[in-house]
């Protein structure tokens, strides 16, 4: 048997267990992973609310996590882009708050030596979503990009991607997070009442390009500064659609690994940092959402089976 985390009926954390399970087996065109750190994303305790049952539909009990790094440990037949041992990360087709998790190679790539653990099973989600909306949005160099929620899973990539790329970027946060925004090269300012002030207080002739990844009714806003929804996107704020703003969602799969690359290249350049707020095990799964669902944090949250 292996231990996962499960939960039975949608709730708080308090429904998740810690439960043995049966072993996985890598079928036709899988591996499967002993699991060495598995990221922790706002989606989870949404899927563990119930909060995206219609979008997500479980049968229960279900298990939570899809970023995961680990070790290959078994290669299903007609596997050639990995061997077993070989140090992986990406998303699994399993949970990944698990001890073992089954993988699609294609969606995997090498995890380099350098990465820890911890940070490298928090690339997949944030960072490969951070990587389509820039190209989506097309932001190039010397443009100004607006990202709300700066400070956040998908605003600390889009940020350092973005001035990787040469693009100037202004990000909202609370104060708490002004200095880790700008030890980035993020110009932070303070959301609510009076952001387009704020805003062309620093960048008097508004900005290019807007990246919403916060939902807290920032779209008017964003659409004044950018002079037009054109190059407004939000992750979030569905019911804005009519505005003629983008709404993203992410394609499982869809350009991954070339993300992905990209991603690990900066941070070995040195141009890209994930600060990493806290590191829980299984046992300690249920804290880990909560303090997820809590928010105001100033890095990501993994859980690291023993």
Do not use: C
């Not at 030596?113 to 190039?140: F, K």
């Not at 690990?264 to 303090?291: F, K, Q």
């Amino acid at each position: 048997m292996s231990l996962a985390v499960r939960f039975s009926e949608y709730g708080t954390p308090d429904v998740l267990r810690v439960v043995d399970v049966p072993p996985l087996t890598a079928g036709p065109g899988q591996v499967r992973l002993a699991v060495r750190a598995a990221g922790v994303n706002p989606v989870d305790w949404k899927i563990l609310s119930g909060g995206m049952r219609r979008m997500m539909p479980l049968d229960l009990p279900g298990g939570l996590g899809s970023d995961v790094a680990g070790v290959v440990d078994q290669v299903g037949e007609g596997v050639t882009a990995f061997a077993v041992g070989d140090e992986v990360l990406g998303a699994s087709v399993t949970p990944s708050y698990a001890r073992s998790a089954l993988a699609d190679p294609a969606a995997l790539v090498a995890r380099p030596a350098s990465v820890p653990w911890e940070v490298a099973a928090t690339l997949a989600g944030t960072g490969i979503t951070a990587w389509q909306v820039l190209d989506e949005l097309q932001v190039a160099e010397g443009e100004t990009l607006l990202i709300h929620a700066a400070a956040g899973g998908v605003g600390t990539f889009a940020g350092q991607v973005a001035l990787a790329r040469g693009a100037r970027v202004i990000g909202t946060a609370g104060q708490r997070n002004h200095e880790l925004l700008r030890s980035f090269g993020v110009e932070p300012v303070t959301y609510g009442t009076g952001l387009v002030d704020r805003v062309r207080a620093v960048s008097p002739r508004g900005v290019d390009a807007v990246l919403d990844a916060s939902g807290r009714g920032e779209i008017p806003d964003s659409i004044e500064l950018a002079g037009g929804p054109e190059r407004v996107l939000s992750l979030v704020a569905f019911d804005a659609a009519d505005t003629g703003i983008r709404i993203h969602t992410t394609e499982p799969g869809a350009g991954g690994p070339e993300a992905l690359g990209g991603i690990l290249d900066l941070i070995g350049e040195g141009r890209l940092r994930v600060p990493v707020a806290g590191t829980y095990p299984l046992e300690r799964a249920a804290e880990a959402l909560a303090v997820s669902r809590a928010g105001h944090l100033s890095g990501k949250l993994v859980v690291v089976p023993a």
